[in-house]
């Protein structure tokens, strides 16, 4: 099983769509967890760190299941300026290290 | 805050070159950089982790002889591809953290290596 697996899609939704992307993590022990978004051919960044009891950011929900080692995230009325590849990061246990998943791509389509 | 340069942002070189990239933290002092490389169409792969004042810890498969480490200051850390082939051709990408920051990592933007 690899350690951070995501749909790489793509997912292609018009605007003012709600989609949602869904992680899953192999480590148990894994404390952190985030969202990170990339642009073609640019660096990650941070969209939104993922707490247990789920947290939210304007448009973007971010949902985390211990027990079933879930991560989820929710964008709600998509814009066109969305279009990006999503990644799930999680933390390698005991450590600052980050595993990266492949990531989501998402294009939001006028 | 939390930003973090890399320079240079892209490079062309000859097979057999070697070549150095700088990763600088301008606002905060990184305890910790993170180097990074992504091959087109995949996930970013750690490849060494690098504490400030001491010596990297490289990933396995990575080669410490190759891919040279020095994490002098609390704001500068370089990474030198020595004897660079076609087959190093990525995107390098650094990151730092410090205790400020938590488990949070800033991200430069990257430097394209091309080798030809």
């Known amino acids: 099983r690899k350690e951070v697996e995501q749909d790489p899609g793509p997912f292609n939704v018009p605007e003012g769509a709600t989609v949602a992307f869904n992680c899953t993590y192999s480590?148990?022990?894994?404390?952190?967890f985030f969202w990170y978004r990339q642009d073609c051919r640019k660096e990650p960044k941070l969209l939104m760190s993922?707490?247990?009891s789920g947290n939210e950011d304007g448009r973007f929900t971010a949902q985390l299941n211990r027990a079933s080692q879930y991560i989820s995230l929710l964008i709600r009325d998509s814009k066109l300026s969305d279009s990006a590849t999503y990644l799930c990061?999680?933390?390698?246990?005991?450590?600052?290290?980050?595993?990266f998943g492949k990531g989501t791509k998402l294009s939001v389509i006028p | 805050g939390a930003v973090v340069s890399q320079h240079p942002s892209r490079v062309i070189c000859k097979s057999g070159t070697s070549v150095k990239i700088e990763c600088r933290s301008l606002?905060?002092?990184?305890?910790?950089m993170f180097w990074y490389r992504q091959f087109p169409k995949k996930s970013l792969m750690l490849m060494a982790t690098?504490?400030?004042?001491?010596?990297?810890?490289?990933e396995q498969g990575v080669e410490k002889d190759k891919f040279l480490i020095n994490h002098a200051s609390l704001t500068l850390s370089t990474l030198t591809v020595t004897s660079a082939h076609p087959e190093d051709s990525s995107f390098y990408i650094c990151?730092?953290?410090?205790?400020?920051?938590?488990?949070?990592?800033?991200f430069g933007p990257g430097t394209r290596l091309t080798v030809l």
């Open positions: 990151s730092a953290r410090s205790i400020h920051t938590g488990d949070t990592q800033y």
């Open positions: 480590n148990s022990a894994s404390q952190s």
């Open positions: 993922v707490y247990s």
């Open positions: 990061v999680v933390n390698r246990a005991g450590s600052y290290q980050l595993t």
């Open positions: 606002d905060f002092q990184a305890t910790t």
């Open positions: 690098s504490n400030e004042g001491s010596k990297a810890t490289y």
